[in-house]
């Protein structure tokens, strides 16, 4: 099974700052990769897929960039409604694995 | 307007069964890939079935397979996850999620989750 390893586990930010965060395959899983936000209590929200291209209607402070085994997720000036916790996931082959999830904080 | 409304959840004792169910509507339900994704209190995502729009090609979980069996009716715009052998583990919120255009994508539309609580 692919394992991915996200990092931070905990970001502390303010609104305005620019934010990465990155994660890990454990081996190989060409550009299938997404993204989702999400908020206590609600489901998921897709961001992003094929590890860059940004779902239709999510700002485009959003981006994501990577390839092979190592993805990252920028958000280039934090808004109040992007303080949540994120989740990449491989879609490259079965079980289609999470990461552990980042969550971002307000400093 | 895609809508995904799971129902089924509840209380359940272990080794017990349980029948989750996800009605769709507002999209083509019989071409696109639908999954099961849980969130166990206070942890993160994790993926449990997917199931391919025609039936043919289904996936599980490591931590359920043998236990949960995922299944559709294109006919009543519906998916289905049969939960037996339950165990205090299998407690989440249940979310049903369709694939976006391709199952290599990821999900786009999720409903609003299902909880299961698996207890004595």
């Known amino acids: 099974d692919i394992q991915l390893t996200q990092s931070p586990s905990f970001l502390s930010a303010s609104v305005g700052d620019r934010v990465t965060i990155t994660c890990r395959a454990s081996?190989?899983?060409?550009?299938?990769l997404a993204w989702y936000q999400q908020k206590p209590g609600r489901a998921p929200k897709f961001l992003i897929y094929?590890?860059?291209t940004l779902q239709i209607g999510v700002p485009s402070r959003f981006s994501g960039s990577g390839s092979g085994t190592e993805f990252t997720l920028t958000i280039s000036s934090l808004q109040p409604e992007d303080f949540a916790t994120y989740y990449c996931q491989q879609l490259n082959s079965y079980p289609r694995t999470f990461g552990q999830g980042t969550r971002l904080e307000v400093k | 307007e895609v809508q995904l409304v799971e129902s089924g959840g509840g209380l359940v004792e272990p080794g017990g069964s349980l029948r989750l169910s996800c009605a769709a509507s507002g999209f083509t339900f019989n071409t696109y890939g639908m999954n099961w994704v849980r969130q166990a209190p206070g942890k993160g995502l994790e993926w449990v079935s997917s199931i391919s729009d025609n039936s043919r090609y289904i996936y599980y979980g490591n931590s359920v397979k043998g236990r949960f069996t995922i299944s559709r009716d294109n006919a009543q715009n519906s998916l289905y996850l049969q939960m037996n052998s339950l165990r205090a583990e299998d407690t989440a919120v249940y979310y049903c999620?369709?694939?976006?255009?391709?199952?290599?994508?990821?999900?786009?539309?999720w409903g609003q989750g299902t909880l299961v609580t698996v207890s004595s």
């Open positions: 081996q190989g899983i060409s550009s299938y």
């Open positions: 094929d590890a860059s």
């Open positions: 999620a369709r694939d976006r255009s391709s199952s290599w994508h990821g999900a786009d539309f």
